[in-house]
């Protein structure tokens, strides 16, 4: 990847996903009768309960026909094997992922039930498999989950929606793992409205993009964090690059605020949200109105184990 996705490209990619993805709706933060500035982007009611259909489909309807008849095959912690078993589907061919065996069993069945076939493996050879380019030894059409430019964009077209939509936003946060969501949609915001403020949120427990920028290169980190979506414990060269100059800023989140703010959005939206997507929202709420102004928060899924929502709710 050695630049950012252009806004044509974006563009192109919203027609290519037009009969597959919801154009999910800006939603106001419930805030109990009080006016609210902050809109949600529910990306959990996408067909696999998170944004990862975006740019997963656009990167596998882009390969040949000959490619993908190979099968398919990604990296992930859930919620990009769900998307990419989705689209083996679709496409009538095999998808296999390989996932940390602590995944939450929520993800590893849904890939199942999507038609997947999930290997797990321990988190340690996860990251392994990525960084030593594992995947060029197999067969399989590898789709990568962060520095894939194809991914990348199409991840853009949420960008896109949020500006057709709301072309008065101010700020839009987004959460961060490997970071080929927020590129795609820094990408497209900046190209449309370049004075909106892109914030990176990231789980102040695993905050690889936040010690890159601190150190102006890309750099790894220790992960502890509930955050499963985003634990991603270092920021690859190719990503950085692009991403670098899109982001206004980076904001870091506590578990303590991530679980209040799933409690937040479950009793008062009525929204089912993993840890990851709860992020932006929480970032958002701790920034003071005139300094963020009319802000759109990224809530990226909703695939959390029953019994870890239950004892959130219950606390």
Request: charged share 20%; hydrophobic share 45%.
């Amino acid at each position: 990847m050695s630049k950012a996705p252009s806004i044509e490209e974006v563009r192109q990619a919203a027609k290519r996903l037009s009969d597959v993805v919801v154009r999910t709706p800006l939603v106001r933060l419930h805030s109990y009768g009080e006016p609210s500035d902050i809109l949600l982007k529910p990306e959990i009611h996408q067909a696999v309960t998170s944004f990862k259909i975006r740019g997963v489909f656009n990167a596998v309807a882009l390969l040949s026909e000959a490619e993908r008849g190979r099968g398919l095959s990604t990296v992930s912690a859930g919620n990009t094997a769900q998307a990419l078993a989705w689209c083996g589907r679709h496409f009538g061919v095999s998808a296999r992922s390989i996932m940390p065996d602590s995944a939450p069993a929520t993800k590893i069945e849904a890939v199942r039930r999507y038609g997947g076939e999930p290997v797990l493996v321990p988190m340690a050879e996860v990251f392994r498999f990525l960084k030593e380019h594992l995947w060029e030894q197999e067969p399989y059409a590898f789709i990568h989950p962060w520095t894939s430019r194809d991914v990348m964009t199409g991840h853009g077209t949420i960008g896109l929606e949020i500006i057709e939509d709301c072309p008065q936003v101010e700020t839009v946060y987004v959460p961060v793992g490997g970071g080929g969501l927020i590129g795609g949609v820094a990408s497209a915001v900046k190209a449309l409205k370049p004075s909106v403020h892109v914030v990176a949120v990231e789980p102040a427990g695993c905050a690889s993009l936040f010690e890159s920028m601190k150190q102006g290169k890309p750099a790894s980190v220790e992960c502890h964090t509930m955050c499963d979506g985003v634990a991603v414990p270092y920021m690859t060269e190719e990503v950085f690059a692009v991403i670098a100059d899109l982001i206004d800023d980076c904001a870091l989140v506590s578990e303590d605020d991530v679980k209040a703010t799933i409690r937040r959005l479950a009793l008062g939206n009525r929204l089912i949200v993993e840890g990851s997507a709860a992020l932006p929202v929480a970032a958002a709420l701790a920034t003071p109105s005139e300094r963020r102004g009319v802000a759109v928060c990224v809530v990226t899924g909703g695939s959390i184990d029953m019994n870890k929502l239950l004892a959130i709710l219950s606390e």
